[in-house]
């Protein structure tokens, strides 16, 4: 199994992470710390997780942590998770 980032999700994560740190590194460090154990996890837990509310394909999921939605598309042929973006919730 692979776990692969865009583009868009490391450079929002940055923003987030940034934005977090001018308040309270140990925030940042937190959420930091919690978001690679949920990636770390995927591959065991994919299938747990609600189909996506922003795609109409059931091979792209979210994951709510923290106030934060991550999106997320199972590659299965490939056995690849490509992490797309990490968004705020409304």
Do not use: R
């Amino acid at each position: 199994m692979n776990i692969l980032c865009s583009e868009l999700f490391q450079q929002q994560l940055k923003e987030i992470l940034s934005s977090f740190a001018k308040e309270d590194i140990k925030t940042a460090q937190s959420f930091k710390m919690y978001l690679d154990t949920i990636l770390f996890n995927m591959p065991t837990k994919a299938k747990k997780y609600k189909s996506s509310i922003y795609f109409d394909d059931e091979n792209i999921k979210d994951i709510q942590h923290q106030g934060y939605t991550i999106i997320f598309l199972i590659q299965e042929e490939s056995e690849t998770y490509v992490i797309l973006a990490i968004i705020k919730d409304s």
